[in-house]
Every structure is written in C-alpha cells, then in structure tokens.
C-alpha cells in the first residue's frame, strides 16, 4: 500500500504512526498502605474526585512502610513491612497504562526493610535509602531496564536512619529527617546524593526547619522539594531549594491537618500529600492536601478523598 500527498510525495511500503511518549505527568498512584495491599490514583486535573481503585500490588497480605520511585510510564514500590512476615525486599512494579492489572513482582532490593525513602532520575534508575530493623544507612539503586536483579548497593546516607523521606531532580537525591538511633529521637538531616557518583556517601546538606519523622516529599522537577507533615503530628511543610541547598529548609503554608505516615507525589505545578494518621480525626485518614507551588505560603487546599484510609504507603506519579 502507499500514501500519496497532494502537491507529489509519495510514501510506500506502509506507514506506522507511533505516539509520542507522555512529557508530564498527569496521575499520581499511592501503594499499599497500613491494612490494604489496594492501588489508587488520583487524576490531577480531576483531583476534587475520590481516588479510583486499580489493580492492587502483588501480595498475600497487607503491607506498609514502604517506598515509591519511577517513571512517567512505570512505578516501583519497594520494601515494607507485611502482616505476618515482618520487613520485606520485594519490589513491585505498576505500568501506569494497564493499572489494572496486579503489579508484577521484580527484582528485589538488597536487604529486607521498612520505612525507607526513595528517589528517581525519572528515566533510568531509582534509590531506596534508609530503612529499618537496625536503622540502616544502606541505599539500593534499581535500574529500570533490567528490574529483574537485586538492587545494587551505593554510597550510604550519612549515618542510620528510618521513617526517612526522599525527593529529588534528575541530577541529585535529597533524603530528609527521620529517626536516628545514634540520636535516640528524629533528626532534621538532609543527606544529598548526585547520581552521577552515587557510590560515594551522601553529603550532609541544609537541614530540615524542624526535626521529624514519618513525614513525605514532592518536587517541581527543577528548583524546590517540599517536605510534608511528620510525627508531632506536624501539619508543617518544610521547602528547600536545590541551588541553595546548604540552607536550613523555610516554613511554607501547612497542610490542612496535623499527620503523621502521610504519602506525597506531584507534577511541575502542585504536590499532593495523602492519607497518614491525624490523632484528631481519630485515626488513618483519606485526606488528600495539594500544595501551589507558585503560592506556597498559604494552607494547602483539600481534594477528593483516597478511596481507602491508608497510612504509610508508597506514591509516585506518571502518565495516566
């Protein structure tokens, strides 16, 4: 078969058309969770709506404590602990496209944990720092390509920790606060990996404003990460800026709530931070807060639930 264009091209041997791949991201999925194994997403341009429920991650039982990284097309949630097992190495990955389908089991990461951290380059690799039982210092990175294989060991953070957050941009990883063993109580920590030399141990950077733990992270992509809630409870947001990112983070506007196991993912534009456990509600929540970048000195607004109360679960964002 051929194609003639008017004005005398002529193409022949068939023409096949092939979409361009997704440049933003437009949904954020959230994992698992305490007393769930279910998925949900939220739609950004729908985001007042419930969560929908889609194909939940490949388990026996529940799971928690447990950590997103990825891509614009694919998710990998990794470690946790699970009812009855205790902390876990598996990986999980969702293909955003056929998020119906239960997440397929992959290659798993290098040693057992929960309450991790971890952060993405958004097309190659993604790290899993921290964690615990022992409160470990180890980060795994995960290479997309070949999700099969055990998570290869890196540079370690700066010292143990667990109930840590991660965020980052393509060049560099920023994992903040969490709780110390060799303090005893949660730390303000900011340890930096930069991608490139990532088997050197992270660098101390500017710290959190305030100490906590439990608490999640989102990132515009280019210039600012946002580190949400924590354990106090804290409806506190805490902002730093990567060019500048030996400064101690700002205070922000809060979030609508004080919580604590909160989840968060975002796009250029906004982050969403859901779920966690407020003591004032009582107990595991469905809220969703989405912060304006552009205006984040005022309260974060209140979206449409999560279909499910969940607490420390795993999120990430790509193309629906």
Known sequence: MSITITGGVSLGGGVGITAAPPTTATAGWW???????????????????????????????YFYGLAAAGTLTDGWYGGGTQSGVGAISTVNRITYATDTATATTKGPLSLARAY??????????????????????????????????????????SGNRSRVAGTGINTDGYFGGGYSPATGSTV???????????????????????????????????????????????????????ANDTATASLRGPLSSSRYGISATGDSTYGWFGGGRNPAAPGVVTTIDRITY???????????????????????AGAQ
């Open 188 to 242: 303000s920590i900011i340890n930096r990996i930069t991608y490139a030399t990532d088997t050197a141990t992270a660098s101390v950077k500017g710290p959190l404003n305030i100490a906590t733990s439990f608490l999640s992270a989102s990132t515009d992509g280019t210039t600012y990460g946002w580190f949400g809630g924590g354990d106090g409870p804290y409806s506190v947001v805490q902002r730093i800026t990567y």
């Open 31 to 61: 994992g698992a969770g305490q007393n769930n194994t279910s998925v949900q997403r939220v739609t950004f341009a729908t985001d007042t709506a419930t969560a929908t429920l889609r194909g939940p991650l490949n388990a026996s039982s």
């Open 116 to 157: 991790l951290g971890a952060t993405s380059d958004g097309t190659t690799y993604g790290w899993f720092g921290g964690g615990s039982p022992g409160n470990k210092s180890t980060i795994d990175r995960i290479t997309y390509a070949t999700d099969t294989d055990t998570a290869s060991i890196r540079g370690p953070l």
């Open 294 to 316: 552009a205006t984040d000195t005022a309260t974060a607004s209140i979206r449409g639930p999560l279909n499910t109360q969940t607490t420390l679960s795993g999120a990430a």
